[in-house]
């Protein structure tokens, strides 16, 4: 199994424009969260998904930040517009419900916005 | 709300050396507890985890971690570290196996030759 896979990688942006970042879960997971890390908070749940419905975005900063889940293998994470507060590590995870194997994590997209 | 405190946000080690990371956590009921290892650049990866039953449970790459109900603790142990080890750790709480978990802020591992 290839794992989480997240893109980009590494985004830079400028202030007020639209970023999207994007995630692929692991095939026959069910359950999808994104996290924000930083020096200061550090990580930081803003939302998660079961069955690609949102269960909890109590996390999620302000209206500026909207997540997706179409279907069971995507999900995305919008910020509009982007302010050089939200440079930060997003990471995506995933699991199976009910497994007990706890989370897989991506390798995070590093956003950067000047 | 269940919190997790790492007092520790720097370790430096001696390879060979035993290491202990600490992890304190508040929650009413039993947690689920768990380790999780970042290297620079990198996802976060599971190292052990605790959801009942025998209160010290091994993980993966030597490291064990003991649950203890009366301190209200979950620290991370392994006998001799390596140079590899080098990384941050992060200790997590939930409150129940797949719903969300709340991370500690973080110990970042230094490791001396």
């Known amino acids: 199994d290839a794992g989480v896979i997240q893109s980009p990688r590494h985004e830079v942006t400028e202030m007020g424009q639209e970023v999207t970042l994007r995630c692929k879960p692991i095939?026959?997971?069910?359950?999808l969260f994104w996290y924000r890390q930083t020096m200061m908070r550090g990580l930081e749940l803003l939302i998660y998904?079961?069955?690609?419905?949102?269960?909890?975005d109590s996390g999620m900063p302000e209206d500026r930040f909207s997540a997706k889940m179409p279907n069971a293998s995507f999900s995305t994470l919008k910020i509009q517009p982007s302010e050089p507060r939200d440079s930060a590590v997003y990471f995506c995870?995933?699991?199976?419900?009910?497994?007990?194997?706890?989370?897989?994590f991506g390798s995070g997209t590093r956003l950067t916005v000047v | 709300a269940q919190s997790v405190t790492q007092p520790d946000i720097h370790i430096t080690v001696s390879e060979g050396a035993s290491l202990e990371l600490r992890c304190n956590y508040s929650y009413g009921a039993t947690p689920y507890l768990f380790w999780y290892v970042q290297s620079p650049g990198q996802g976060l990866q599971l190292l052990l985890k605790?959801?009942?039953?025998?209160?010290l449970v091994q993980g993966i790459k030597g490291f064990e971690a003991e649950f203890k109900r009366s301190q209200s603790s979950f620290n991370l142990r392994k006998p001799s570290v390596h140079w590899s080890d080098a990384a941050e750790y992060f200790c997590?709480?939930?409150?129940?196996?797949?719903?969300?978990?709340?991370f500690g802020k973080g110990t970042r591992l230094h490791i001396l030759p």
């Open positions: 995870a995933s699991t199976l419900t009910g497994s007990g194997a706890g989370y897989t």
């Open positions: 997590a709480v939930g409150v129940n196996r797949d719903d969300k978990i709340i």
């Open positions: 605790y959801f009942s039953g025998d209160t």
């Open positions: 998904f079961n069955n690609n419905v949102p269960i909890d």
């Open positions: 095939s026959g997971h069910n359950s």
